[in-house]
């Protein structure tokens, strides 16, 4: 009876965790998206299906060179850890949010990932504090582009632009959107766009463009 009612309660406390990892980015996303609708810019976290299409299209298109990932506007951490269940080491991403719940969360989660709470106006100086001397190879971005105000955008363009450049030419920056019917917004900003694919299985659906800088 001992014995049963102790696995009983194993079984429910690890069905517990499973339900909170399962439930906890939805409870840091409803906060945050109460809090700062305009930048979150999602209703729900990224879907596993959209992560994979972001992670797959960077590695294809910088995969003979060596650097950094940066997970922009990293939100609740879904593409951090397809980075990982990739094969990306920790060490090579860098994950930066601008609000300080979700970098707590995604610091707390991925042990050996670099996670800055930072505004991505200062991703050149954020990344070099966090990695001096390093190159980034490919910029994820899962910021919502097109709620940021004016300037803002500029500046984010450019602090993308100037870490990628770095490459020579090789750096890729992979930017999802659900605005779909808008082909290559980051076309405006000097970005040059190479391919697009629409992902359905995401709330909303979204595509998916990828752009290379010019050397
Ligand atoms: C669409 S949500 C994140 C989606 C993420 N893939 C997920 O599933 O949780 C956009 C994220 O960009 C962040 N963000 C918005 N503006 C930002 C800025 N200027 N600098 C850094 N992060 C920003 C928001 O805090 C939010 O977490």
């Not at 298109?61 to 920790?90: H, M, N, Q, W, Y």
Request: proline share 7%.
């Amino acid at each position: 009876m001992m014995k049963s009612c102790k696995h009983f309660m194993g079984y429910m406390a690890d069905s517990s965790k499973t339900t909170m990892r399962v439930v906890q980015p939805y409870i840091g996303f409803a906060y945050n998206l109460l809090t700062s609708p305009r930048e979150v810019g999602a209703v729900c976290p990224s879907s596993p299906a959209l992560a994979s299409v972001l992670v797959d299209a960077s590695k294809a298109c910088a995969f003979k060179t060596d650097g950094l990932v940066i997970d922009l506007g990293a939100g609740s951490g879904v593409v951090t850890r397809k980075l990982l269940e990739r094969g990306v080491p920790p060490r090579s991403i860098v994950a930066i949010d601008r609000s300080p719940s979700f970098a707590r969360v995604v610091g707390k989660r991925f042990p050996g990932v670099a996670v800055l709470c930072e505004d991505a106006k200062n991703l050149a100086a954020a990344v070099k504090s966090a990695r001096p001397g390093e190159r980034v190879k490919t910029v994820i971005s899962s910021l919502p582009f097109r709620s940021l105000p004016g300037q803002t955008r500029k500046a984010v363009a450019d602090g993308i632009m100037g870490v990628l450049r770095q490459q020579g030419g090789c750096g890729c920056l992979v930017q999802f959107s659900y605005f779909w019917w808008d082909q290559y917004p980051l076309a405006r900003y000097g970005f040059i766009p190479r391919s697009r694919r629409f992902v359905f299985w995401n709330v909303p659906p979204a595509v998916v463009e990828v752009y290379t800088v010019p050397e």
